[in-house]
């Protein structure tokens, strides 16, 4: 077995590697060096002047980097080693539906035909592409339940805007200046931020005991000022509203849209659909629900579908299918009485978010659609009845209800109380068990909240060991709360200093701004 | 696993959680799923049947360009470290995409000559709504002055984002290809809260900066806002140095696939007293508890999951991995990379400005100095000879009145270069384009 | 700072992740799970006696893996992280040549045209392939100074056994019947193990006092049984032996072939080359010289080229051109008296790895393969110096010389009397600096042989780097060798039981035999 | 640096250890670099001008096939840390590769059903070469005997090696397609080293291994070698079970890429007995010093580093990597879905052979089982029959009189099928192949 050597002596072994001085790209290389090869010279040369004045010229070139192409795949692919990833280990990351990305993916999105594709390329040469786009239209509004699709916003943030300016538009085009915005405080803040910046006003709504929306609130609150309804279902507590038809009557009742935020829909694809719901506007996460990888931050692509009498509003460019079935661009520019809201980015959308979005329609088919939702469901429960049966509901209980849908909410305020640990310190032990946490401090209406969704790609095993990664947690607070308090302790760097992050911002190489 | 929950099936969970009512009754009118081998099949077959620039010699640009990304990007923008992860809120384990976001913040800082700069946004036009959104929430004027030379995306984009935030869009038109100084200066008054142009301008004429920003700052104050082509950033003035305070700009040159336009990264950077009213996600640099350096996401409180109702903006996912591509792109160029880049692209713009217009029926539609992309102004009908070179396998360019409606464009053409387009490139275009505009005459002489 | 927490219980929690169980994919999944979806049946079924008698048919399944494909993802890509690379460290592996990998050529290699293409295509319509193997033959023909190329080897020592194979048809052909192969004691394993293979005898030659041939034994042992010398040169000591003249003249006039193991290629690109020298037969190593990328243990590709008296024993097909330049390849069948070895192997070679050299010889051209081996030559000689100037030379000699070519063997004997470290600690000590060792214990007449091969590609900044790490270990083991004795600590495992693994080897799961 | 190493250029590093005479005094004759994008530009014209199974419905197989390698492979060999690391001479940093090999191992002896295997020599013809090697090296007899089914490449490598290692191949003929049993027991005497024969043999045809192998053993004991085409081995018996003793095979079936031949991998499994004179790298189980579990390389005295001319191969420098593709791909079929697999090729296998049947100028070339390939013989000249095929955009297999160059093969087409080839794909090429077979008919009438 191992020599003799004293612990310390070996903890300073262990040590090294980790000190390696963590240098940026800018801090490394020497002057000169490159990896780019520019192209010769193949045009006669002409005076520098005649071709760009000197006054609309650049006096110092901006200081790039400079190494060599082993060196910059170095950098990064060490750089790469420092993250954490979904396919290293779980990611139960509440409201963002982390579920596999198949390679397949990639591989088709790379395919010259596709990602060489110039936006502005004639129609008549990008047939498959338009093509594709209008499958991908039908099925994302045969799942939402609401047949007119627009793929072109970029995030589910950039729907939401869509589906807040379609709202105006189409209360504007009655002769309504309506200006409140209803959205319940277990809202995602996308929800009001896009609300203020679509020029309205954010009417908080009161969440009921069940998790689900305060009927009397809303009625209350729902009054002709009253432009939409925001709601997420099932909602960020992973409780679908049971009342949900009667919030759509008094929603519409009262001549207000209702707005889906379908982050969710990973909880009930093919299963139930916002348009039977009553809602008038759906976004999609294509990178939640529909697997384009997340990227560390995008992109992202957040198509809308909506109702009949939305449909007019729409953003532009759309698609049409001709006579002889070939697909074109109506820009719906000059087009007499077009009531578009307009353009809410250049070309047509994420295209590459498409192709992997419909590639994975396509592996799924109907069933496998469902299929997805209800393992997505049944191992939101199985995990939450195996943290049940390992005690863990004690100190961490359910929020809400006693089943949940895809994702589900349980609250820190016991276990701080009793152990001494917040929810942040139980999240920063978890990395030292190799998981990625849950969502934290979300919704804000659940006391040290802790939001976890682990998607339809996980296996038994898995949960079974994130249970008792949890359970394991617990216990040690129990004894020595001091090492959750003070995790993590296995990753590169420790607990960071955002305080002093955010006090004097150091937000680019060598320069201190704020 | 049913009995662990203590359910008797699947269904059941659906059934004590969702009304009956809005349940679907009946499995969704869409095809089976499909094995690996034929969903690639069928994405293949589409594929093919688009024409990408791999298979045509194409000077399509307008926004996007067909620069040639090197290997190492896709191989970085696939490893899972960087494709799977999620936006880093646990800084510890994602120390990796935290340090990216900075370097790429510093880049964009040193190409745009601005101080500060956040981690991405969605793409071009949006950032210049954005850019926009931002004036307003700075000075709250209700005015925006835009100069035609705009992107007409960029232009549309602002007005579908005006108008919810609440501002007029005012258009200055152009002058000899560039931004007409006396209207712009003019158009500006105490209520403009932003003033906004494009550098080089949709026609590929280069703008002078210094000017516009300075007669904008005189008339008024209000914020100078340049959506700005990053690839040009190594020869033209930076921004910074020209009095603007906001750049924006699209970043697909910048190492990212055309895509069919999307995804890409926009960026976004801006003067330090703006910082805190800047959309979307910034890293910043900081100590862990054993002193050791790190990042982490900072600022967070002008954000939507923080602020809600009054953060500066509603961005949350954003295009790290884009940005990614972006950064590594640049650490790849290397410093004297871009300028020799800058320098090449212009001389054989230049060339094939020369060339093309020494054609008959082809002149240059401005005189004003272009970097990689220009205007011509063909007799003809465009789309009849764009239609004739693209039998020949060239793509000649943009069609300019389809691209911005105006009437007054009717006749352009846009032609874009990158480092893929040689000499023989533009001299194959030269032929092509010659021979469309002989044939075209010639039918309409008949036609006649 | 960091709370106070004591040094044992943060080691504790270091180590839990280590500590993650080692499980193989059969150990992982569980019964029918799988990621493959089988096409459905689309043919009239048939009784499967008809179609496969029972007795020809398996009773059991193999006992393959049964696993999702995420987790099939995650399995792989976590063992990935248990191992060292070149992207991510430096990597002075001795007469490896572990240069940079481009990743443009792994682009290259897979293009359809290239990756999809059947190797019995009909020549007609594998024209682009058969000029890029044309154009590649060229090229190392002129970089080996030998005109006639064969691409066909797997790797270098599968182009040793073409070697020594044509040497015995030239011979054979000659009516006569050498049986004796000369080879250094510096040589490759390969070499003689090669000459055994191919039915012939290794005489062992000595190395004189500056590290190259003795040139009294070689004419001792030049004799009319001699078939072959077989030679590296730069050798396996970083030397150009400075006999290489009157070595060719002793050989030749005994009328045997000179081999030239291409291994050490990389010192002498279009510098020196070996048909100038006098050798007849080459071996190239695609994967060391031409960044063929390693892959783990290949795949490699070992093409040969040869002199005019060899060529006509060449291996078969071979490539040749028509009279309009179309491209053929070429059997031997039927060709009355072709004098060809025969096959070496199934179709024409590693066709991949010929994409990926020849991707590499267009983007270096002429001199950019001259600058890639003067400055392999620069950096080995600048570690030397920069060695010698922290004082690690005192206890790691230079083995032979004062200058080296592309390489250089360093002795630890000093180090093992002086500090009680052996160059195996050494090296496991490098392990904790992050740190590839270079090649141990070769070549054999070096005591405890360090073998350091930095190769062009990398940086001062690295090779300074790598020159403090071991002036540190050595430092380090004057106080302490008990920490290199141990070494390595902070890799995922420490030294292992090889001893127990050949005595009793486990080499398959679950299974012991032996 | 030149200034650290004292010396005054580079030039001098070579002028003081290269003898003048031997110094390339000139730039090589070779052309000069390229940036990258023209290094692509050129490999993708020379990619172009291959048609590939991408462009073309191809039926060749004859050793490599056509499957369809799934997406995660490519990620998975594309990562640095498989792709960019040498043989794992420094185990604790190498235990990701090592337990692959570990792994790729233990399916291998899976599929075979055998005892050992090692982790993968270079493909498949050689290591038929080299099993016949270890026989030589076990026994010291003096012949080989080989059935006429085994791959004419694997039979022509053998007698390359052979000659080498000093043994004299003998050939035993094939009847109604399968090795002739009882010219195959004659075949063999008491100086028999080695029986070979190959399952599915070149012909498609299932042998009866196990009588082929106890006839063999009951002949003289000599080693009974199988060379199997790994796809087959979910249905097929286990060459272990039918008495082989040494089972080799070209593994490109499993995952690998076409690359027009290579690289790919054979395996290599065998008996017990056999594992100490085996040829390449083995990877053992063992603990570490803290009794972690962990794997090495392993019984390292047989190879040539340790042993040098007294080593049981020569062999080197392997294939992991292809390997690895291998492993993951049998992983990633599952133990049902190989099965499945091989049920599927079997009926479509055995719908093509019917169907084609049926063509006037086609008969089957014999009456045994076929998995996933199998010979037609054709009325008429098989080379003009072909160029009618490929003409019409499909490729309906090989030239069997090409490929063994045996003069009896003259009319022999050999056609596979993958699960990429539908039925649909079977019934075009019945029709191309019976409109080609009716046309040289009317050809051949016509000159008559
Ligand atoms: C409930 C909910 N709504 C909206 C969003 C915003 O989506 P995106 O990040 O695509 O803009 C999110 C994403 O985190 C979410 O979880
Ligand atoms: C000097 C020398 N000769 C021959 C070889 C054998 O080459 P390969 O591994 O390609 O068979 C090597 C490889 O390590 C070597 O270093």
């Given at each position: 077995m191992s020599a003799p050597l004293s612990e310390s002596v070996v903890d300073e072994q262990r040590s090294s590697l980790a000190d390696d001085p963590v240098l940026t790209v800018f801090e490394k290389g020497a002057p000169g060096r490159r990896a780019f090869q520019c192209p010769a010279l193949d045009v006669p040369a002409a005076d520098p002047e005649e071709l760009l004045p000197r006054e609309l010229r650049r006096a110092e070139a901006p200081r790039l980097p400079e190494l060599s192409e082993p060196e910059i795949v170095r950098h990064y692919v060490r750089l790469s080693k420092r993250n954490f990833d979904l396919d290293s280990g779980f990611y139960p990351l509440g409201s963002c539906t982390m579920k596999h990305n198949p390679r397949l993916h990639e591989r088709v999105a790379a395919l010259g035909g596709h990602a060489r594709l110039h936006p502005l390329q004639d129609p008549e040469q990008a047939q498959g592409a338009l093509e594709l786009m209008w499958n991908l239209q039908g099925a994302l509004g045969e799942i939402a339940g609401l047949p007119h699709v627009c793929l072109q916003p970029s995030a589910g943030s950039h729907g939401e805007l869509a589906g807040v300016l379609l709202t105006r538009a189409y209360h504007e085009d009655r002769g309504e200046q309506r200006h409140k915005v209803l959205a319940p405080d277990t809202s995602h803040g996308t929800n009001p931020a896009t609300v203020t910046m679509a020029g309205l006003d954010v009417v908080k709504l009161a969440t009921n005991p069940a998790g689900g929306v305060d009927l009397d609130d809303l009625r209350a609150k729902a009054d002709a000022d009253v432009a939409c309804l925001m709601l997420t279902n099932p909602n960020t507590l992973g409780v679908f509203d049971p009342n949900i038809e009667e919030i759509a009557r008094i929603v519409h009742d009262v001549g207000a849209t209702l707005y889906y935020d379908g982050a969710n829909l990973n909880a009930v694809m093919g299963l139930s659909r916002p348009g039977d719901m009553g809602f008038d506007i759906v976004h999609f996460n294509l990178h939640k629900s529909f697997t384009q990888p997340h990227g560390g931050g995008g992109p992202g692509s957040g198509p809308i579908a909506v109702s009949e009498r939305i449909a007019p509003y729409l953003p532009v460019p759309t698609i049409v299918r001709g006579e002889e079935g070939a697909f074109d661009l109506e820009y719906g520019r000059g087009r007499v009485g077009s009531k578009s809201i307009g353009?809410?980015?250049?070309?047509?959308?994420?295209y590459g978010c498409f192709v992997r979005a419909y590639a994975y329609i396509c592996s799924l088919g109907a069933d496998g659609l469902k299929d997805a939702s209800e393992t997505a469901v049944l191992n939101a429960n199985y995990l939450l009845a195996a943290l049940r049966e390992r005690g863990v509901?004690?100190?961490?209980?359910?929020?809400?209800?006693d089943l949940c849908m895809h994702e589900f909410v349980l609250s820190g305020g016991p276990m701080k109380r009793e152990l001494q640990i917040k929810t942040l310190d139980l999240a920063k032990r978890l990395l030292d068990f190799g998981y990625h946490p849950p969502t934290v401090y979300f919704p804000l209406l659940v006391e040290e909240a802790l939001m976890v969704e682990p998607t339809e790609t996980e296996t038994k095993e898995t949960l079974d060991g994130f249970a008792d990664a949890l359970a394991a947690i617990l216990r040690e607070a129990a004894e020595n709360p001091e090492i959750a308090r003070t995790?993590?302790?296995?990753?590169?760097?420790?607990?960071?200093d955002e305080v002093a992050a955010a006090k004097r911002p150091v937000i680019r190489q060598a320069l201190t701004v704020g | 696993m049913l009995a662990a929950i203590g359910v008797g099936s699947v269904q059941e969970l659906f059934d004590r959680q969702v009304p009956a009512p809005v349940r679907?009754?009946?499995?969704?009118?869409l095809p089976p799923g499909m094995a690996e081998q034929d969903v690639y099949e069928h994405l293949r077959e589409l594929a093919a049947r688009n024409v990408s620039a791999e298979e045509q010699l194409s000077f399509l640009g307008a926004g996007m360009y067909d620069h040639y990304v090197p290997s190492l990007i896709d191989m970085l923008m696939e490893r899972s470290e960087f494709l799977t992860p999620y936006t880093p809120y646990q800084p510890e384990i994602s120390q990796g995409g935290l340090q990216v976001m900075f370097e790429y913040q510093t880049a964009i800082c040193e190409l745009t000559g601005l101080p500060v700069a956040n981690a991405s946004v969605y793409e071009g036009a949006s950032a210049v709504a954005s850019a926009a959104y931002l004036a307003k929430l700075h000075n709250g004027r209700r005015r925006i002055v835009v100069s035609a030379g705009l992107h007409p995306h960029s232009l549309q984009t602002l007005r579908t984002y005006a108008h919810g935030f609440g501002a007029e869009v005012v258009e200055v038109p152009l002058k000899d290809g560039r931004t007409d100084l006396d209207a712009w200066v003019a158009a500006i008054d105490d209520d403009t809260s932003a003033a906004i142009f494009a550098q080089p301008n949709v026609y590929g004429a280069v703008e002078d900066a210094r000017a516009l920003s300075a007669g904008a700052k005189d008339a008024a104050e209000p914020v100078v806002i340049a959506q700005v082509?990053?690839?040009?950033l190594g020869i033209l003035a930076a921004p910074g140095e020209c009095g603007v305070d906001v750049a924006v700009g699209e970043g697909q040159a910048l190492g990212n696939r055309l895509d069919y336009g999307g995804p890409s990264f926009g960026f976004f950077a801006a003067r330090e007293q703006y910082l805190r009213r800047m959309p979307g996600r910034i890293a910043g640099e900081t100590r862990d508890i054993d002193g050791r350096r790190g990042f982490v996401l900072t600022l967070q409180t002008r954000e939507q999951h923080i602020r809600r109702e009054k953060a500066t903006s509603n961005i949350c996912t954003a295009q790290a991995l884009n940005a990614l591509g972006g950064v590594v792109y640049l650490a790849w160029l290397g410093r004297q990379g871009l300028v020799e880049l800058g320098e090449l692209l212009l001389a054989r713009t230049h060339y094939a400005r020369e060339t093309l217009s020494t054609l008959e029926g082809a002149q240059p539609l401005h005189s004003q100095a272009v970097i990689r992309e220009f205007a011509l102004r063909l007799d003809g009908d465009v789309p009849a000879i764009r239609r004739r070179c693209i039998a020949q396998g060239v793509n000649p360019g943009v069609d300019l009145q389809a691209l911005t409606g105006r009437e007054q464009d009717r006749g352009g053409l846009l032609v874009a270069l990158t480092e893929r387009r040689t000499r023989a490139d533009v001299d194959r275009l030269v032929d092509v384009l010659g021979a469309a505009l002989a044939a075209e005459r010639h039918t309409e002489a008949v036609a006649v």
């Open positions: 353009r809410l980015r250049s070309f047509q959308g994420n509901l004690e100190q961490l209980p359910l929020a809400y209800g995790a993590p302790h296995t990753t590169p760097v420790r607990r960071l | 679907l009754g009946r499995p969704l009118d082509d990053p690839i040009t």
